[in-house]
């Protein structure tokens, strides 16, 4: 088993580009999550989803978007993307209480 | 929104040394969870609680989730310098994970 994959691990946008952060697990998870961690932070909840075809915002959603269409793949969308959405995101799945954390993905807008 | 207030921030011990650290928070959760994030990772669970009062144990590192359902401790017993790295309370509320701020802990040699 893979895990939880994210992809890319790098990326620097403009500012005013649109990009999506890609994650897919192969555990058959019904819950997955995407957070955000700035430096010297906790993690921040942006979206989650309880299963294929539901989703439900978290703490900061503003900027993004998300989609679930299959149990696997749940990716997040940035629309528009501006100098605070300057992060670190990461994707996890979870089962009972576990949850399983992808490696992250290492955003710079500029 | 929830919040998990997590303490100390930081910690700069010498090898061998104990150290506990907590988590509160004004909310009552069913379950409290332990993570922890090594440099460039994403976190990983250490210890998950599920009844008020339970004190579980993974190796040196020992949990306990509050009698009022409002607060976490970790202690890791005896450091050693892989144990360097930060450490998340998380609670479950509903399937929403919500994480403290960290405890950024310093081991050294």
């Known amino acids: 088993n893979a895990g939880v994959t994210q992809t890319p691990k790098f990326r620097i946008l403009k500012i005013g580009q649109s990009m999506t952060l890609q994650c897919t697990q192969d555990?058959?998870?019904?819950?997955m999550y995407w957070y955000r961690q700035d430096p010297g932070m906790g993690l921040k909840l942006i979206y989650y989803s309880v299963g294929a075809g539901i989703t439900d915002k978290g703490e900061v959603p503003n900027g993004y978007n998300v989609s679930r269409s299959t149990t696997e793949d749940f990716p997040l969308r940035l629309e528009l993307a501006a100098p605070s959405q300057t992060s670190v995101y990461f994707c996890?799945?979870?089962?009972?209480?576990?949850?399983?954390f992808g490696q992250g993905t290492r955003l710079t807008v500029v | 929104g929830q919040q998990l207030n997590q303490s100390p921030q930081s910690m700069f011990i010498q090898e061998g040394e104990d150290v506990s650290m907590n988590c509160t928070s004004s909310s009552i959760f069913n379950t409290w969870l332990w993570y922890k994030q090594d440099p460039g990772e994403g976190p990983v669970l250490l210890i998950a609680l599920y009844k008020a009062g339970e004190l579980t144990s993974n190796g040196r590192l020992t949990a306990q989730f509050g009698i009022t359902r409002k607060d976490s401790f970790l202690n890791i017993s005896a450091s050693i310098p892989s144990d360097v790295g930060i450490y998340f309370c998380?609670?479950?509320?509903?399937?929403?994970?919500?994480f403290g701020q960290g405890t950024e802990l310093s081991v050294k040699p």
């Open positions: 998380v609670a479950n509320q509903g399937g929403k994970l919500i």
């Open positions: 555990m058959n998870h019904n819950y």
């Open positions: 996890a799945s979870m089962v009972s209480t576990e949850a399983f």
